[in-house]
């Protein structure tokens, strides 16, 4: 059973960065699909970032492009998410997923490991 836990979110000014870490333990995640997704207050979750067990391809929401980088370190057992420029719409609950084997896109049905997120405010 995969635990996953975020951590890094917070407040920031516009125009500002952070960066977000997932730290997995139960299981070795070498061989997942992890992904990052967000939800804000009276939206749906949607996908952010995701990225295979060998670290590429990456993909992207349209709204991460160029300004979100997604990572991962495998001998950690860790996600992460790089965000700069950020802006008040980026504003939501931050969700790492996972799910064993290959990644199938952005939607958040195929994830069956969440963690409990990790709020990110824009201001």
């Known amino acids: 059973h995969v635990q996953l836990v975020e951590s890094g979110g917070g407040s920031v000014e516009v125009g500002g960065s952070l960066r977000l870490s997932c730290v997995a333990s139960?299981?070795?995640?070498?061989?997942?699909?992890m992904g990052w997704f967000r939800q804000a207050a009276g939206m749906e979750r949607e996908g952010v970032a995701i990225i295979p067990d060998s670290g590429a391809p990456t993909s992207y929401g349209a709204s991460a492009k160029g300004r979100f980088t997604v990572s991962r370190d495998n001998a950690k057992n860790t996600l992460y998410l790089q965000m700069n420029d950020l802006d008040p719409q980026d504003t939501a609950m931050y969700y790492c997923a996972a799910r064993q084997g290959s990644c199938y896109g952005l939607r958040t049905s195929p994830y069956n490991y969440w963690g409990q997120g990790t709020q990110v405010t824009v201001s």
């Open positions: 139960g299981v070795s995640v070498s061989y997942y699909c």
